[in-house]
Structures are given as C-alpha cells and as structure tokens.
C-alpha cells in the first residue's frame, strides 16, 4: 500500500500542470463503479468551467457487457444526485495505455488485472487505486461493487465516488489555475 500510494503521489505531481489530463477510470464490467466515477468527474470538472483541460472515460477489465449502458440501479441512484450516465460499457485496450495519463482501478483485483496488461513498465505506472484519493474515514481500502448489493451497496459507491472524484480534481488541479 505504501508503495502504491508514492507511485500515485509521483504521477499526481507531474500530471498537475500539465495542459490536459486524460483520466480513465476503470472496475470490472464498466456498468456500474466506474461509469459512476466517469459521470461524477465530468460533472465536477464541468462545475468548475474546466472541460477543455480533461478527457475522460471508462472502461472494463471484462468484456462481457460491451455497448450496455451502466446498470439501471446505478443510473437511478445517480440521477436522484443529478449525474446522468449515458456512457456505454466497453473493454479496455492496449492502446488505452497511450491514450490515459492516469488510469484509475476501483479495486485491487483489476488494478493487478491493469498492471498485467500494461505493456510497458511506463504505462503500468499510470496505474493507480481509486482508493488512495478517499479522503472521507472509510473502512474501505477499494471501491466496492454493488452489483449484488441493495440500494445501500450503490449509495455507498456514489458517496466514496464523489469524495474521491473530488479530491482528484483537486489534487490535479493547480490551485492559481483554477476556475470558479
């Protein structure tokens, strides 16, 4: 865990000022956890008149669900919040490795899956756990999946994604080049 979170500090520090951030936010079927992560990013980054500054997506370690919209218990969750996810599950691919500065893995299991798939000792770099931008007291170390959880498993993510999401934005953001 320490040196997950040094390797996460070292790219925070030189994605920062860079002109534009490509984040990709990443679970395992990309129908739940990470498309809620996708949707609360583009809204905090909209909020803050930041859009042309980052791109964002989503994807999964699987495939199994490509072209599926986010679980519909995620999309009414998210909507009571005001996201509204509309994007379309996909797998992630090699060249997603070229195209994300920062890759972000819901939990351990597919930030090991990510690390695998990495095809260089650079691009697995950019691998990173959601978990390390929580800033709210949890006794989460991951972003767990409510796929076969109630109502209170999808809360719990949106509320762990939006403290996180933020905080992202924050930690990337350079305070003198922030716009309100």
Request: with cysteine; hydrophobic share 35%; proline share 4%.
């Amino acid at each position: 865990m320490i040196m997950a979170q040094y390797e996460s500090l070292k790219i925070i520090s030189e994605l920062k000022n860079k002109d534009k951030i490509r984040a990709l936010f990443i679970c395992l079927g990309n129908i739940c956890r990470s498309p809620a992560a996708d949707g609360i990013m583009h809204s905090i980054v909209e909020s803050h008149g930041d859009n042309e500054r980052w791109f964002i997506d989503s994807a999964g370690t699987y495939g199994g669900h490509a072209g599926d919209l986010p679980d519909k218990r995620m999309r009414v969750h998210a909507v009571r919040r005001g996201y509204n996810l509309t994007h379309r599950s996909r797998q992630i691919r090699e060249s997603d490795f070229d195209d994300f500065d920062i890759i972000i893995a819901m939990d351990s299991a597919n930030e090991r899956s990510l690390k695998r798939m990495a095809p260089t000792v650079e691009a697995e770099a950019k691998v990173v756990p959601m978990s390390v931008f929580f800033r709210m007291a949890t006794r989460y170390d991951h972003v767990p999946d409510p796929y076969y959880e109630g109502a209170e498993g999808f809360e719990l993510v949106l509320d762990l994604l939006e403290d996180a999401c933020e905080n992202l934005y924050d930690q990337l953001t350079p305070k003198h080049g922030r716009k309100q």
